[in-house]
């Protein structure tokens, strides 16, 4: 069974930057069918996907935070790594990460982590 | 700037039907854009309904389904139940590995 699980700081100063990891069991994050993806969800707020991964190293970002979002990956680990810069209080959210299909006529978010918290505040 | 549009809230009394509608601002949906649907109650993460317009993921209950409804696409629930009471998002893949998110639906059973 496939899990993910997201780790990083609960708290990030204003203009800093945030930094978040997602770690991969029960499958190779470099299975060639999927990306692995970052979404995110202000308090009483809907959801909105920052960005994806693929295990070469190929990122796609929301436009609206493109200039702001790093993607990496890291096979050795099965591993992949948020980091979003100057934050400011509205990037306060749960952050969660997932994976997605996106081959073969078949393009979903399949399994996804439990999200974790991120306060903006100094 | 795609914005995708869904009902912000509705209501239906358990046992009933009832119809979650995913528009494009700018144009109409199509399974081109291979709408998917997921789940959310409070607290918890997401959890995937539908993909593909219309495959139920697996575990689903058969009263959930898929379609498209003229120029949207559309998460109907046949025969709800209170356990049905959360908030329904769907998603859009535009193409070039872009994903955008609908605003949520809540719905409440009562």
């Known amino acids: 069974q496939l899990q993910l699980q997201e780790s990083g700081p609960g708290l990030v100063k204003p203009s800093e930057t945030l930094s978040l990891t997602c770690t991969v069991s029960?499958?190779?994050?470099?299975?060639?069918?999927?990306?692995w993806g970052w979404i995110r969800q202000p308090p009483g707020k809907g959801l909105e996907w920052i960005g994806s991964?693929?295990?070469?190293?190929?990122?796609y970002f929301n436009p609206s935070l493109k200039s702001r979002v790093t993607i990496s990956v890291d096979t050795s680990k099965n591993q992949f790594s948020l980091r979003l810069s100057s934050v400011t209080a509205a990037d306060t959210a749960v952050y969660y990460c997932?994976?997605?299909?996106?081959?073969?006529?078949?393009?979903?978010?399949?399994?996804w982590g439990q999200g974790t918290l991120v306060t903006v505040s100094s | 700037q795609t914005v995708v549009t869904q009902e912000p809230s509705f209501s239906v009394s358990p046992g009933g039907t009832v119809t979650v509608t995913c528009g494009l601002s700018?144009?109409?949906?199509?399974?081109?854009?291979?709408p998917s649907w997921y789940q959310q109650t409070p607290g918890q993460a997401p959890r995937t309904l539908i993909y593909n317009t219309k495959t139920r993921s697996s575990g689903v209950p058969d009263r959930f389904s898929g379609s498209i409804l003229g120029n949207k696409a559309a998460l109907t629930i046949t025969g709800a139940q209170a356990e049905d009471e959360s908030d329904y998002y769907c998603?859009?893949?535009?193409?070039?590995?872009?994903?955008?998110f609908g605003g949520g639906t809540k719905l409440t059973v009562l």
């Open positions: 997932a994976r997605s299909w996106q081959q073969l006529g078949i393009y979903y978010f399949d399994y």
């Open positions: 700018s144009a109409s949906v199509s399974t081109s854009y291979y």
């Open positions: 998603v859009l893949y535009m193409g070039g590995g872009i994903w955008v």
């Open positions: 029960g499958d190779s994050i470099s299975s060639s069918s999927f990306y």
């Open positions: 991964v693929y295990y070469s190293g190929i990122t």
